[in-house]
């Protein structure tokens, strides 16, 4: 069956999304929903011509360390109450899915209700954030020599100044979106609230920024990059300077936890929270651009895969001179593993080698360790969410 749905449907889409997650409708966010719907692939299920189930697949492109893979993010799973638990969000998922794999799409990701849920469909974990808190009584006191200047300005306003910085940056090399102009413009419009912070420097180049918000209690850091060390100390001094004001201060980093950084870290409320998932959608296409380390001679996978039959097989891969070859093959796989756990070891997220360990695979642990060798060794790094 056809279970896109189109713009005559986005008026059900939208009141059926209010019920499920219990939103206030409003005028700014049937805008910024708008927006995002008019840029999916929808799917709804109807029962007597009334939406109960629905989701969105939005096209983008991520930076997967120099390579770009084009990637659907999955978001507004949902049903209605009456119509829960019979299938309908998984009958679509697998859809959205099928369709991923017909039209080219390399990777998935959706932030997840369950854990569990989501890996019956062949998502794994492999983001994390890590939350600090610190209150205002406990902010270092930083003395800097500040060679730069700070502008503020609301989002909405700066993004146009912040697309290419965010762009070239590391951190956002390593499974990050390429975001275009529609998502600044979304965000904008999702987060009004949101400030920005840029630093520039003495010939008026932009080094770095902080995307904030402030409530009546909290300064709320969302995103902070920078170029230099003196860029990240004035930022840095710029969010000290709010401690009168506020009672807390918030960073959800999308990096793992740096507790040297702070003179008095037990001052520092510090846990790293599960964040988004990913999965492989067209894993040939994902092997032969993989950006690999070091060549390797042929070993063969034998991966499972449920949802997406052309993943499951035995392949044979080798690099040599830098180039990918990869192949189905009709021997034994030398490891085993689900598409989860191939997922989880080739985003960087954990090493094929403790995922033998605790049994999470199967197979030679010399073969293992080569792989291993070749993959990318950085954690992934996600900051956006959709």
Not at 27 to 47: N, T
Not at 125 to 134: G, N, R, S
Not at 147 to 162: D, K, S, V, Y
Not at 298 to 323: E, H, Y
């Amino acid at each position: 069956m056809n279970y896109r749905l189109n713009t005559t449907d986005e008026v059900d889409f939208y009141q059926l999304y209010l019920y499920a997650f219990n939103k206030p409708d409003s005028p700014q966010r049937r805008a910024f929903f708008s927006q995002r719907y008019q840029h999916a692939w929808v799917y709804g299920l109807k029962e007597q011509q009334r939406l109960v189930s629905g989701l969105y697949s939005i096209p983008f492109q991520v930076n997967f360390h120099q390579v770009i893979y084009q990637m659907n993010g999955i978001g507004d799973v949902m049903s209605a109450p009456e119509f829960a638990g019979r299938g309908g969000a998984g009958t679509l998922l697998r859809t959205a899915l099928t369709e991923m794999a017909a039209k080219g799409v390399t990777l998935s990701y959706l932030a997840p209700f369950s854990f569990r849920y989501y890996r019956r469909f062949g998502y794994e974990q492999v983001f994390d954030h890590t939350l600090y808190q610190i209150a205002s009584a406990d902010l270092p006191r930083l003395k800097i020599d500040v060679h730069g200047q700070i502008q503020r300005l609301p989002l909405a306003t700066a993004w146009p100044q912040l697309q290419d910085f965010y762009t070239a940056q590391p951190s956002s090399h390593r499974g990050g979106l390429l975001r275009p102009d529609w998502w600044w413009q979304y965000l904008s419009a999702k987060n009004p609230a949101w400030e920005v912070a840029l630093r520039f420097d003495a010939q008026q180049q932009l080094t770095g920024y902080l995307i904030y918000q402030r409530t009546a209690t909290t300064f709320d850091v969302q995103e902070w990059q920078f170029v230099d060390s003196a860029t990240y100390q004035e930022l840095a001094l710029f969010i000290t300077k709010h401690g009168t004001s506020y009672q807390q201060f918030s960073y959800a980093a999308p990096t793992a936890a740096q507790l040297d950084r702070l003179t008095e870290p037990y001052a520092l409320t510090v846990k790293t929270v599960p964040y988004m998932m990913a999965r492989i959608v067209n894993l040939k296409d994902f092997l032969q651009r993989y950006p690999f380390t070091c060549d390797f001679a042929p070993i063969t996978l034998q991966v499972s895969d449920d949802i997406l039959p052309a993943n499951q097989a035995t392949w044979q891969l080798q690099r040599q001179q830098g180039q990918t070859q990869i192949a189905t093959s009709t021997v034994a796989g030398e490891l085993k593993l689900s598409i989860q756990s191939l997922t989880k070891a080739s985003f960087g997220y954990r090493r094929l080698t403790d995922l033998l360990h605790y049994g999470e695979i199967s197979g030679s642990q010399q073969v293992a360790q080569k792989i291993d060798q070749a993959l990318v060794h950085e954690a992934p790094c996600l900051i956006d969410y959709f």
